[in-house]
């Protein structure tokens, strides 16, 4: 299974209809939490996700709508007996912090503490890259490789069957047949995660090639100053983001508390976002990868 789980929505001070930050990217075997903000313990219930699903937990700042769920989650995990290694990633000038944060939780977990402090791979597969904020931000960005789809009909043709498949995937030719001759290439997908932020290159980098980007819209084009001033993305700043990318798909979340209704705000990212699907996120949604794109 590869899909978005959306906990919450809302940016700095949650609403009636939208919590705090909160999302878990669910990743062949893999749970990745992003940005546990207030009430992310309780999101998890009511959207289905258990602690035991948690594999990973990623800080792209230490702002409290983007942490401050962070104790009450590990108490989750603790309470729930996880077994499993947790790795929690974080921008390494916000360690002190994240010492208070998990120093509040008191109980024994095998809690595995990753600081970064420059763009780079953070673990198998998943990257970061600065972005543009007021206190150290990072963007997370997971990549699977391109692999090979074997062609059962080539195979049959070259007279490669059982064991000797495996044999041909390994070395990459076997008795004049080469891989290439009996499989075409299946690309690999992405997943870009990209909270606060003005436009950057960091940002830019992370979208690229997304089949799903997640980023933030605090506001509306209409309030492009107090974006500016606050190192925020606007809804079209998100859209041509997605467009510049080349991204199948963005859901935009992050929201203002001035916004009551977003979908205004989705038209405009999608008024600037090319071909890129435009989806507005509400609490608990759930979002499927797109389908694999051919190269």
Do not use: K
């Not at 705090?20 to 940005?35: M, R």
């Not at 409290?64 to 108490?75: A, K, R």
């Not at 498949?165 to 076997?174: A, E």
């Amino acid at each position: 299974m590869r899909q978005l789980v959306v906990l919450g929505t809302a940016s700095q001070v949650p609403t009636r209809t939208r919590n705090h930050n909160g999302y878990v990217l669910l990743w062949d075997g893999q749970g990745i939490l992003f940005d546990p903000g207030e009430g992310t313990q309780r999101q998890m219930l009511l959207a289905g996700v258990s602690a035991n699903q948690v594999t990973r937990i990623c800080l792209t700042h230490l702002h409290g709508d983007h942490c401050f769920g962070l104790p009450g989650v590990l108490s989750r995990l603790w309470l729930d007996q996880v077994g499993h290694p947790i790795h929690l990633h974080f921008p390494a000038s916000g360690e002190e912090a994240v010492r208070h944060l998990i120093a509040v939780v008191g109980h024994s977990l095998d809690l595995r503490l990753h600081p970064h402090g420059a763009a780079g791979e953070v673990a198998d597969g998943l990257f970061v890259r600065p972005l543009h904020h007021r206190i150290e931000a990072y963007g997370y960005q997971l990549v699977e490789p391109d692999g090979r789809t074997m062609l059962p009909h080539m195979l049959a043709a070259a007279g490669i069957e059982g064991e000797d498949v495996g044999q041909l995937i390994h070395t990459g030719h076997l008795r004049g047949v080469r891989l290439e001759d009996v499989s075409e290439r299946r690309p690999g997908q992405r997943f870009a995660f990209v909270m606060d932020t003005s436009p950057c290159a960091g940002a830019e980098h992370l979208a690229d090639g997304a089949d799903l980007l997640v980023t933030e819209c605090t506001f509306s084009d209409d309030d492009a100053d107090l974006a500016a001033s606050y190192r925020h993305l606007t809804a079209g700043q998100a859209g041509r983001l997605a467009a510049a990318g080349g991204a199948d798909t963005l859901v935009l979340t992050h929201f203002s508390s001035r916004y009551q209704d977003v979908e205004p705000l989705r038209r405009q990212a999608e008024a600037r976002a090319g071909g890129t699907r435009v989806l507005a996120a509400s609490d608990l949604d759930r979002f499927d990868l797109p389908p694999r794109r051919n190269f």
